[in-house]
Structure formats: structure tokens, C-alpha cells
């Protein structure tokens, strides 16, 4: 049978959660369980993480990975958990994920788990993508010169690396010039940035440094774009304001993948990126998990610009070691019945679909992250 | 039957429409009623107003209140329209609406119901919002101190008032700084309006001292946000462009709480709003009216990012008394339809269908406008 | 049968394309095939072309007309179609797009069919647009006084044309005055622009002297709106930054219609501007070939705000006759999708439905562009 086949490879298709951190060592309280469930606010949100999407596709999703029945309410969901520790339970759900190969940012400081934990608990491998902010927060402390300390600390992170990341969008956004700054220009940020104690980067010269260095590396380059927290001014984020960037970068003989993640709500223009960029590559990241039932919606989107060689999955997971399942349980679930409609209607052809299923699960993102591309 | 519990729940639910203004209440022609069914355009738009999406939607639901088959054609609806007064018409439809409370926006001008009369109209509650740049217009025409009338007027209206409104979005928009202005500053440019002639408020000192005097009263502060007429400039109407007011008025130690109205087609930037802070609420309004047929697609996007506790309902009628039942008819229709999908499709059970239909029918209003709350 | 009633009248309906190119006359390569795949991107895509919502598109429905079964692979569909001449391909989609006038836009050079073999092809009407920038770069290389040499290009060239066309868009983008310049400034930009080479237009002046002759003619004006190739920033082709021309455009005794091409991913707010000026009509265009198996989520977006009276129907194909094709046969199954399901869940009857469909499909842009529409 026709639908059989879709929904049983989709089921069991492996993963690369190609952006994703550590999950959560230590027991908590429910308060940060709730406020886990909210991206946005930065205030305390008390007890109302569980109305929302994410919080109802914890409780419909989750809860059958711990033995609670679907849709079991907050309070049950949250004891049951309670019953568990947050290594065991990162034991239950990063396995249940499916995913073969995580790449873990390593830029946020906390008590959560390593890449070698996170590939400790999984079963599976994980890899690491250097924060571009914290290389260079990190330069600030050391001694000597920042534009060489910077690169020495970068090239050392980086050999062990598959890509790194920026989080420009918080610290400035998109607008305005990401040209190279000259070396003078860096060394005068620098020293600046320096005397008032070189934490919280957001000096554009030395951020516009930092990018430049990590494009040399040749490895992706991972963007946070569009939905994060309120930090962040969301339409500075938009991607289209990477146009002159993503240009500029385009033009080198050899140009460095560049990963736009999350998206939201600007996943159609950053589609429109991964198809006029041979180099840009689109991933709707966080955006599934807080979606939840509208994640099919949101799929569908970003199903419309961008070549189908140009998608990548991410659950962007930090924390609740639920999130790192319910990415793609939602992709997967999501993956589905946008595939299947398309199969449905006669627009598309069932294997086309397994094939694309294939490239956004692992293939694209084993050939852009060179991840042992052969064995696939 | 599962089915019937939801859909004979979103059938029978009162709702609270937490926007709408007065319907007419003397005989129009032909072209005063097609022009009341297009909301952008500013010029008469003759015989036109029935082929679109709101014309149709009238068509299928306001003509069987009246008697009509569905779907009567648009001359047939006239002429069956016109056998009935305005108020008979509103004794008519507001009733059908099933909303217990009105929240009457009363800053538009015109022989149009007052508040009580909605009130008496539909049997039911009616409550005023007052608009801030009516207010102003009425400070510069009164004697004395402009900042000082200001406020006397305001929390003279406000004291029997449940909100406030401002139309920003129309006189000059969100782009810009939005902190309080200086007692000074106040003076300077109430003194420069007046010698002006002191109508149809644009000077952004006074529209920002407006705000923040309402923002003291701790009643819901509405923002008309997105979607208007032409004499809007949509784009600087994105409610992301009000991100540094809002984390102002976050960091009170009270934050009054910020309705964003409208949103279309900003629906998923408000929502993102919605969740980023605390005192952030979000209402489809007028666009719903708008939208007919397509209103459920413009529901599901809204209930993307917002957390159900902060999404509300409102029709934003005005003029033919056919838009204040036809808010609540195609509201239901869309949620239904957005919420059985949900459900169908395994993603949320029954049980939190029915109680999100509450919140947003009127349990998130009662609590925000404490309308007594007790009671529901 | 009333599903049969619909499905049939859209399955026959005349269309006419109101904003095309010529066809290819010569055999080309297969990367010249693939590159005509992607619009975005400017570089050479080399054999990723049919990995994408057209590609796949092609083969679901272009393959049929040539005797392929759907869906046959990349390299059977490229060596069947090589099987055929470029001018035999073109005597086989054209005819099969069920298009009675094609509205070509002339202002592309290259190898292409011109407005007579458009004709010739297809067996039916054809009428030319004429490109402004076109216009501006022929007046550039005329001898004498640049403004009378524009002008009476343009009159000449639009005598036996039906509308123009302005790639402002590609040229500097709609952000900033649209105003009409004065003749001193026209002469001297065109004075520096000549002394330049006055080649490939880009001087602002000149740029809104042009679509000012044009608003002259009071034929019908297109602008190239979001969508386009990389060269284009498309958050500088937001139809809303023109609001302030069309206010202007708007004010004149008889308006010159205003016609907004192709629109992604701002096709709701050009449906808004549709309905806020009696003026503007909007057209999906380029973006329903673009989105293949998403093309009925794109209409279904377009008939949100804008009246039915304002939309028209367009391929905007160049190159591979397929793309003349294509546009007809996914518009035709998407607005079949969308409609039907406006139906089926009874907010639109079926004879308004069928009514409709003639107003996208003919009857709208018979009107605007004064096609003998006595005949329709």
C-alpha cells in the first residue's frame, strides 16, 4: 500500500539534528520546566508554559516516551516526570529521537550536558559548532593582541568542529554593513571593547571580524535568524537584511555554507535565500518545536522557495531533554502530512517524496557538514 | 459523539467582544452599505462592495438571521435588508451574535449607537473604551493647561470605562521613539496644536504623552495594529515596531496590559509578542469580518506562537449591525474548523479544545478587563 | 453534479495571461534547461534545477502533454523534450495553456519568440507591454533632447500596446519619493546618465520620470513586485513602500490601473492594497510556476483582501515553453483546490464560484486592459 510506505519511511528515516545543545544534568523545579516551554519572554512566566503549542505537544508527544497516555494534563505530566532524574530521563528521550548525529552549540554557558554527554546519552554521535560571540568573548579575556587571539582560539575550536555560529541577531541584527573590518579598525573595538570588560559582545566592528574569520574556515556558518528571545528585535532579524552579506559571500571562489536557522515568521523570504544562493541552506530549527500542530503548516512554508537540496532539520533542543525528541517527533509527524498531501493531489510522486524526506533528514546535511558522507 | 461535544460547545459559548463600535442607526442607501464592507479604501467604492470576501460571507451568513436562503444574491439581500430599520436590523443581529458583553470603542463620530444602546440592542452588557486621541482633541478645546485637561478628561471618561484605544497606527505609526515626553515638551507642542486649530491629533510628543497617561490608569491599553484604511501606512503599523515600548511598559512593576487589535498580516509577529510578554494580548478583530472564507486560515496562524491565555475576541463592527453578528459567526465557524483539525489529527484532545474555546471566548477578556470575573 | 459543475468550467475557462515573455527558438543545453528552473539565482545552477516545486511541477504535468507518464524522471523528461525542437515545444504547450490573449512583455532581449510568434504559436491573440526601462535606454541612445526622445519612444511603441511595465523593483527598489520630477532635473540626471553610457538604468529621476509618462497614457501600468531574481532586494520590493505613488496615482480625475506582478511573499499585503485602491490589481504571476504542489496555499492567500474585481491571472513565462504552460495548468488546480474547498464547507456557492473564476481568468483583465471585452 501506497501510504504505508511514506509514513513507515518518515517513522524510521535517521536524523542529523544539525543545530542542537545540551539537555538539563540536574533535577529542577516546575517553574523552570515551564519557563523551559517559553522562547520569547525573559521575565518568569509561572505556570503557564503547558498552554501553548510547545506545551500541549509535550503533553501529547512526550508523555507516551515516559508511559503517560496522550494528553495527560500538566499536573500528571509534570509529577511523572518528577519520578525520573534528568540523566534518565535524556536516556529515554534523545534515543527516542531517532537521530543519528547531533551538532551541539557549545556557546551557552548553564549546567546542561556536553557534546560527549549528549552523545553518551543518545547512543549516537554528536559533534561540536563553535559560537562565533563566545570565541570572541573568550579572546577578550586572553592576553595579547584580539584579532590574533581570536584566530588562534577559533582555528583550535574549530579542528574538532563540523561549522560554527553566530547570534548576530541578538547583539545588533542584520541591518546595516557586514563587510570586513580593517585590522586597524579591529584593534581599536578591541581595546575599547576590552576597557569596559569584554563581556556581552555586541561592537559591530568586532562582530563584523568574527564573521569573516569563520567564513575563512570553510566550515558552515550557522545564523540565528528570526524567532528567539525578546532580546532579540525580531524584524532585525529578517534574513533578507543578509542580502549584501550573503552576496558578498557568494562571490568567493569557493563560498562557505551559510545555514539560516528558525526562521520564523520569515521562513518563506529565507527559502527565497537558499534558492538565489547556491550557498545558503534553510532550517526551521526551534521554530517546529513551538509550533506544535501548526508545525505542518510551517513545514509546508518553508516548502516552497527553497530547493529541496537546500532543507535541513534541527530541533535547536536546550534543556528539557523532551525537546530534543519532540523536534522531531513534530518534523517527522509534520514531514508527513505535507508529503502525503502533495502524494494525495497528484503533485508529487511517492518516491520523490521518500527521496526528499531523505536529503532534509540527513543527506543534506551530511554532505554540507562533510559528516562521513560515504557511509550514507 | 466527540464531535458534536466540541462544535455544540463553539455554538452555544459567550463571548465577549472586546472591540466594536456602534451600528447605524438611520435608513442608508445602497452605496453607504457597500462602502461599510471595504475597510481599506477611503474613496466610494460603488457597487463592489459584495464581491469579496466579506460581501460573500454576509451573503452566507447574515441572510438566513433575516430569513434569507444562504447565499441570496446581492440585490435580493438589499432589498430584504431594506424592509427592516437599522435598529429592527440591530435588534436583530446583535442578539444572534451570542456575545454577553460589548466593549464599545466610542472614539469614531456619527449617528451611530452610543453604548447603551448596543447595550439595550442585544440585551446584554455594554461597557466603553475610550480612544486617547479623542481625549487629546477634547484637552486642546478645553480651557487652561493642556497636560492637566488631559488627564481630568481622561480619568473622568475612564473612571466608568473598562479600556483605552489608540489609533498610532493612523496618525503618523509605531516607527519611532515611544518614551514619555517631558512636562515641557507637553507644553511646547499642546501649545503649537492649538494654534493650529487642535484637530485630528498627529504630533508625536502629544500621541506618546497619551499613551503613557494611559498606561498609568492599569486599564488594558488597545493598539489599532495592522489592517485599516488606506490612510494607514500598513507597514509602519507592524506591531514589532512597538518593541521598545513594550519592554518598557514590562519592566513596571505592574505592567497594564497591551491589546494589539487586528494584527493582519502581522497576526504572527503580534502572537510572537503575545509570548514575549507578560502584559501582551492579541485579537484578530476586524480582520476575521475581513477575511470570510479564509478567516479560519487567519485564526490558525494566530494560534501559532501566542499562548492560549493571552489571545482574545472581538468583531470591531461598525456601521451595519450584519458585522457585529457576523465577527461572532465566522469566529466560530474558523475555530471550529481550526480546533477539530487539531483534534483529528491526534495533536490535542477534545477536552483542551473546549477549554481554549473558553479562554479565548471570554475567559482571557473577563480576566484582563476584570468584567466580573467571579461570575464565569 | 455540482463538484462537475466547477471542476469543468475551471478546466476549460479562456484565460488570459496578462504578463508573459517570449518562448525559446533555438535547442539549448541542459544547464540552460535546469537554470531556467530557478529565478533566484543568478549564478549557474548546475543539475539542481528540477529538485525544487517547479522541477517537480514539470514533470508532473508538462511531461503528459508530450506523451511522457507523470512524474518521469529528470533524464527522461530532458531526453523526451530533446526529442522536440524548441519551436515544435512551443506549438505544443502554448496551444495546451488554454490562454486566448497573451500580454507579452517585450523588454527581455535574447533568442526568444516575439509578439507575433507568441501569436502564431499558440494559435491565438497576443498584444505587447512595453518595458519603461526599455524605453528609458532606447531614449538614452537617441539623439537630442532626452524627455521628447522617452516620450515619443513611448507613444509610439504603446500606440499598439496595451499596457506598460516598470522593473523599478530591480532598479533601486520602491523605498523613497516616487514624485513626478521637474523637467530641469529630468534633463540633467539624463545629461549624466548619457555621459555615463546610458546603459541599464538606474538613475532615481529618470526612473520616476518614466513611470509618470507612463501614468500619462492611461494604460494599464505593471511593476515587478517581491519575487525575482537576487539582483532585486526584495524587502525594497514590499508593495506597501509604493502606498505614497499610489495615493498620488490614486488622486488623478480617471487613475491609471496599477497592476502588482507576482508578489512573494508579500501577496497579502498587495491583496490589501487592492482592496485600498479602487486603482490596483494584483497578480500571483511568476510565484504560482514557482510554487508548484504550494501554488493553491499562495492563491488561497491572494483571495484574502483584495476584491475579486482586482485580480488577474499571469505565467510570466520565459524560456521553456513549458513555463506558458505550467502557469495555466497549476493556476486552473489550484484555484479548483481552493474554491472548491470554500464550497464543500459552505461559505462560497458554486455559481460564485464559477463567477469568480471568469473574473481571474478573463473577464477582469478583458476590462483593464480593454481587450474587445464586448466579445467576452
Redesign the interface.
Known sequence: MTETLLARHIAEVGLIDQHVHGCWLAAGDRRRFENAL??????P?AD?GF???LG??VR?HCGPVLGLA??ADPQAYWEHRGQFGETELARAFLPAAGVTDWLVDTGIDGDIASVAEVAEFSGNRAHEIVRLEQVAEQAAQAPGDYARAFEEILHRRAATAVGTKSILAYRGGFDGDLSEPSPGEVAEAAGRWRDAGGTRLRDRVLLRFGLHQALRLRKPLQFHVG?G??DC???KA?P??L?DFL?LC?AAPTPTPIVLLHC??YE??AG??A????NVFVDGGLSVN?????AP??L??L???????KLLYSSDGFGPAELHFLGAALWR?GIH?VLRG?VD?????ES?AIRVVD?IAHGNAARVYDLDGGRR
Chains 1, 2, 3 share one sequence.
Open positions: 517559553n522562547e520569547a519572554n525573559t521575565d512566566v503557564a498552554d501553548s503549542q500541549f505537544a501529547a496522550k494528553h524567532f528571545d525578546r528585535d525580531l524584524h529578517n533578507l537584511l542580502l552576496r557568494s520564523y515568521p518563506r523570504e527565497y535565500l534558492q538565489a544562493f547556491d513551538y509550533l506544535g500542530a501548526r503548516a510551517f509546508a512554508r516548502l516552497e522557495m527553497a530547493p529541496f537540496g509527524n502530512r502533495f493531489d497528484g503533485d508529487w510522486c520523490d536529503l
